[in-house]
């Protein structure tokens, strides 16, 4: 059984940093691409960060780009969200994906994964 599991949310003051961990477990993911996505409070889920099978090529949705970093370690099968200079906005549940396609590049759109995380709460205050 393929699971995702997201480590590493909180609470924290805005300019600081979270990083975010997700472990699989179940099948290996060092061929697939894997993304983050958040949903906050009375919104729709959207896409934050991906990365492609490799770690070298990252893709960022604009709110986030120079601010997080998506990076990942086929060794431990985990992938993490590194989130500096947080702003109240980041507020939101943060979920891991899958893509269960080998080498399908950086994707953007979450109907293109098929294995999500729990989620991990992360909560920035003013």
């Known amino acids: 059984q393929v699971q995702l599991v997201e480590s590493g949310g909180g609470l924290v003051q805005a300019g600081g940093s979270l990083r975010l961990s997700c472990a699989a477990s179940?099948?290996?993911?060092?061929?697939?691409?894997m993304g983050w996505f958040r949903q906050a409070p009375g919104k729709e889920r959207e896409f934050v960060a991906a990365?492609?099978?490799?770690?070298?090529?990252?893709r960022y949705a604009d709110s986030v780009k120079g601010r997080f970093t998506i990076s990942r370690d086929n060794a431990k099968n985990t992938v993490y969200l590194q989130m500096n200079s947080l702003k109240p906005e980041d507020t939101a549940v943060y979920y891991c994906?899958?893509?269960?396609?080998?080498?399908?590049?950086?994707?953007?759109?979450?109907?293109?994964?098929?294995?999500w995380g729990q989620g991990t709460q992360v909560t920035v205050s003013s």
């Open positions: 994906a899958a893509d269960s396609a080998y080498y399908s590049g950086r994707p953007i759109d979450q109907d293109e994964y098929d294995y």
């Open positions: 990365i492609g099978s490799s770690g070298v090529y990252t």
């Open positions: 179940g099948r290996t993911f060092s061929r697939n691409a």
